[in-house]
C-alpha cells in the first residue's frame, strides 16, 4: 500500500507516506521533519506508550522444574491487549492499597498433569476475570494458527501450578515487559550524502557496505558532488512493529499523544508553571489549544485509517494536563 498522507494543510509541514501496513506492522516514510523531532517519535514508541503486562505474581503452589521467580519473568513477557488501556488507572494514582480492578486485571493459572506424558502450560490457559476496566484490555495475545499462545512451562505426572497473575498499567521506561513494539526501524540518508557515518572498508565500500532499499527513495549522489555543510536530514524511513497488545495505528497515534503531553509540559513551565494557571487549572498552552476543547482545537488528528479515533477506542485528540505516568500537568 502507498498512501500519502498530509499532516498539515500547508505545503511545507510534515507529511507522510505509508508503504506497508498490516495488523502488527507499519512502514513509512517521514518527510518534511528534522531529526530531533525524529528520533523523538522513536525514542516515544520505544518506550513512553502505556500497555498491559503481568506485574505481580502469588504462587500459591508449583512443584514444576522451573523455580517461582523464572515463572513469573516468562509470564510478565505474555503480551497482553491494551485495547483502551487508557480507562486503566496506574496502580500509583490508585485508592486502593495494592490493585483492583479499576487498576488491574486478574489471571488465575490452575494445572496439574495427571498422565505419564508432558504437559505443555500455554498462555491460553490463563483465565482472566471478568472484573476488568473493559472486556479486551489485559486479555492474552494469541496469534499462532493453534490458538495456544506462548508457553510457560510444561509439567510431568503429579507437577501443579496453581498461581493468580495481576496485570498493570505501565510504560517501558519502567520495565521492557510494557514495551509495546518489538522493534522500531530507523534510517535517514541512505546513500550518506551527510557523511554522518564513516565506513570502515577494506577495498571497495560500495561492494562492502550495500545500500539498503530506502536508496530507491532518494536519487543517488554524483559522483565528485561537492559537499553540502549546511544540509541536514529531513526524510526518514520507519518500520513499526507491535507485540501484538495494540494495533501500528493506535500506536502511532499514542505515540503523537505522549509527545503532545511533553511539549505542553515544556511550554507550562516556560510560561509561568504553578504560578500563572487557567480556569481549568492548566499553565501554558500549546499554539491553537482552547480550553475546554480538544489539544489543538476540535479536530484532533486524523489517521490514513479513517477519523480521529484508533483501535483501541477513544479519540484522537489529547487534554494535555495529564502525563503519560498518570499525573496532573506539572514537572515531571
Known amino acids: 500500500m502507498d498512501y500519502g498522507m498530509p499532516m498539515d494543510t500547508e505545503d511545507l509541514g510534515p507529511q507522510i507516506t505509508i508503504r506497508e501496513a498490516n495488523s502488527s506492522a507499519v512502514d513509512f516514510v517521514l518527510r518534511n521533519v528534522d531529526l530531533a523531532f525524529a528520533n523523538s517519535l522513536r525514542r516515544v514508541l520505544l518506550a513512553e506508550i502505556p500497555t498491559m503486562a503481568i506485574d505481580l505474581v502469588e504462587v500459591e503452589s508449583n512443584t514444576s522444574m522451573l523455580a517461582d521467580e523464572f515463572l513469573a519473568h516468562r509470564l510478565g513477557l505474555i503480551p497482553l491487549s ?11 494514582d490508585c485508592d486502593c492499597e495494592q490493585y483492583c480492578e479499576r487498576c488491574s486485571v486478574t489471571m488465575t493459572l490452575r494445572a496439574r498433569c495427571s498422565s505419564d506424558g508432558v504437559m505443555t502450560i500455554y498462555a491460553r490457559d490463563l483465565v482472566v476475570s471478568e472484573e476488568r476496566a473493559n472486556e479486551f484490555v489485559g486479555t492474552p495475545v494469541i496469534v499462532d494458527a493453534d490458538g495456544k499462545g506462548p508457553i510457560i512451562c510444561k509439567l510431568r505426572r503429579g507437577q501443579e501450578l496453581r498461581m493468580k497473575c495481576v496485570a498493570k ?7 521492557a515487559k510494557w514495551a509495546p ?5 530507523f534510517e535517514y540518508d541512505p546513500h550518506n550524502r551527510l557523511r554522518h557515518l564513516d565506513y570502515w572498508f577494506e577495498n571497495n565500500p560500495k561492494d562492502e557496505w550495500p545500500v539498503s532499499t530506502n536508496a530507491d527513495w532518494e536519487p543517488e549522489p554524483a559522483e565528485g558532488e561537492p559537499f553540502d555543510y549546511n544540509a541536514e536530514p529531513d526524510t526518514f524511513y520507519m518500520n513499526v512493529e507491535t507485540v501484538g497488545g495494540l494495533e501500528p495505528d493506535a500506536i502511532m497515534q499514542q505515540g503523537i499523544k505522549v509527545l503532545q503531553q511533553k511539549l505542553a509540559s515544556v511550554i507550562q513551565e516556560l510560561s509561568g508553571g504553578d504560578d500563572q494557571r487557567d480556569m481549568n487549572g492548566y499553565g ?7 480550553p475546554g476543547t480538544a489539544y489543538g482545537g476540535n479536530e484532533g488528528y486524523t489517521t490514513p485509517y479513517g477519523g480521529n479515533t484508533s483501535a483501541w477506542g477513544g479519540g484522537g485528540t489529547t487534554p494535555y494536563g495529564a502525563t503519560p505516568y498518570g499525573q496532573s500537568g506539572g514537572a515531571w
Open 284 to 290: 501554558g498552552s500549546s499554539p491553537g489549544y482552547t
Open 181 to 185: 513494539t518489538a522493534a522500531v526501524g
Open 82 to 92: 491494551a485495547k483502551n488501556v487508557d480507562e486503566v488507572a496506574y496502580t500509583r
Open 169 to 175: 498499567k505501565g510504560i517501558a521506561k519502567e520495565h
